[in-house]
């Protein structure tokens, strides 16, 4: 039977790659806010003869996400993968310059959420399943002060629920993925050169590899 894996950002970047490299091995269930991204995530998972189930949701609405577990359960009985890759990305500025709107929008998208998707996702993936966090280390850098900040407590929160489930399960993964050619990484490094910088699907083939996922 083929296994359910949910992907939290699958409308692009390294939540796309991730979901089209784990087809057809997984069943995704790919969740993002854009629907004409997701129908082409679809379009090119059936064409490697994978399935998924598409679910345009907000991950900052703790409704949507409390049916969409809720559904999982009924239909699927469990997760065997969580792969996490949502993210706001607010412009950079000065810390002295902090945006009110920007900077609640990076803590609901960034954080809050991921607070309330561990408790709603962990008894679906039980003690056997696995979840996939995504480090990117910005935390008190010049300008950061919105992503780096909010980035850097969700991975915190990751790293407590790795400790805490060590022995027991379910296991968490905390990856800090190189440098790629995605449209977050051309927000921050708008002049930056991209030919020097890796590719997603490459990318995210290289990280199932390593966690013995492809």
């Not at 490299?21 to 998972?45: C, F, K, N, Q, Y």
């Not at 409390?66 to 706001?88: E, K, N, P, Q």
Request: charged letters at 20%.
């Amino acid at each position: 039977m083929t296994q359910l894996a949910l992907i939290t950002g699958a409308s692009r970047g390294l939540g796309f790659a991730l979901a089209e490299a784990l087809s057809p091995a997984w069943h995704v269930m790919a969740v993002g806010r854009t629907v004409g991204a997701l129908e082409e995530l679809d379009d090119r998972i059936k064409a490697k003869g994978g399935s998924a189930t598409l679910a345009p949701l907000d991950i900052t609405d703790t409704g949507a996400m409390a049916h969409m577990c809720r559904s999982i359960h009924d239909r699927w009985g469990g997760l065997g993968l969580w792969l996490h890759t949502a993210v706001h990305a607010a412009p950079l500025t000065p810390t002295a310059h902090l945006d009110p709107k920007d900077w609640e929008k990076s803590r609901k998208t960034n954080v809050d959420a991921v607070a309330v998707l561990i408790p709603y996702v962990s008894p679906l993936l039980g003690t056997a399943g696995r979840a996939v966090f995504f480090d990117d280390p910005r935390g008190g850098e010049k300008f950061f002060g919105h992503y780096g900040a909010t980035k850097a407590a969700q991975t915190a929160l990751a790293r407590s629920w790795q400790a805490e489930t060590g022995k027991t399960g379910p296991r968490v993964d905390i990856v800090q993925p190189r440098p790629m050619s995605t449209a977050t990484r051309a927000r921050f490094y708008p002049g930056e050169d991209r030919a020097t910088l890796i590719p997603a699907p490459d990318e995210a083939r290289a990280i199932l590899d390593a966690l013995d996922l492809a």
